[in-house]
């Protein structure tokens, strides 16, 4: 079940941070890598393709097919050298997931990286006002750090484990000896959660050392709120209707 690889580029990096940014619980990592990248001019260089992901392909608005991928970007950022892993997939299948995620870190340590951020969601299975983000290393000592950021480190969470390239990265991360940590914001799990995204672009910030407009990522955080609202407003009201009948 090994993936292909095809390389766009193959630039020279030293001593890169690696960035995983996967479809996950609020798509809050996702959502957060992506504008990571995004922002400071990411140029991707390689696409994975694997059976794991769903057989298809999407077709563009040139009428142009592409196949399910994982894509490997690179940037600076903070004048650090920063590989991002981006894409509309995981595997399907645990043992997908396996092998996706050792092809990955085979090409992160021909690059050397230096540290491993995995991102990802912290379902509450309720609205959160203002999400904290709560983390896991691959070393105690790393906790200090994180929690200098406004990282919470609560032990045992989450409950059922960080699933997918999420954990999986994380776990490979140590098993190899580099520094990983995982990020994750809470999100009720409901929707796109822009809110828990931007809760780990603010920790995201603080480790790469760097600083960047996240007023674009606000103003979503914004129309999400005032559409939650409608939404509770609209459950609240047929509520009352229905307590309304019974008597």
Aim: aromatic share 8%.
């Amino acid at each position: 079940m090994a993936s292909i690889v095809r390389y766009d580029s193959k630039p020279v990096l030293k001593d890169p941070i690696f960035i995983e940014a996967l479809p996950g619980i609020g798509d809050v990592g996702k959502v957060a890598g992506d504008f990571i990248a995004e922002s400071f001019g990411a140029k991707r260089f390689a696409s994975i393709y694997s059976e794991d992901f769903p057989p298809q392909v999407t077709v563009d608005d040139d009428c142009v097919a592409h196949m399910a991928c994982n894509e490997l970007w690179h940037s600076s950022v903070g004048g650090r050298d920063v590989i991002f892993l981006r894409g509309d997939f995981q595997g399907s299948t645990p043992e997908g997931q396996f092998y996706l995620a050792q092809d990955v870190m085979n090409i992160l340590l021909d690059y050397n990286v230096s540290r491993i951020v995995t991102l990802g969601g912290f379902g509450t299975g309720c609205m959160v006002e203002n999400p904290r983000v709560l983390g896991a290393v691959s070393k105690k000592e790393l906790k200090a750090e994180l929690e200098g950021y406004g990282v919470v480190f609560s032990p045992g969470e989450p409950e059922a484990g960080i699933l997918g390239a999420t954990g999986l990265l994380l776990g490979l991360g140590k098993i190899y000896g580099i520094d990983s940590v995982c990020l994750m914001g809470e999100t009720s799990g409901f929707f796109v959660d822009h809110k828990g995204a931007l809760a780990i672009v603010g920790v995201l910030m603080k480790i790469l050392g760097t600083e960047y407009d996240t007023s674009d990522l606000k103003a979503k955080c914004v129309q999400i709120e005032e559409l939650t609202a409608k939404v509770k407003e609209i459950d609240d009201r047929d509520s009352r209707d229905t307590l309304t009948y019974i008597r």
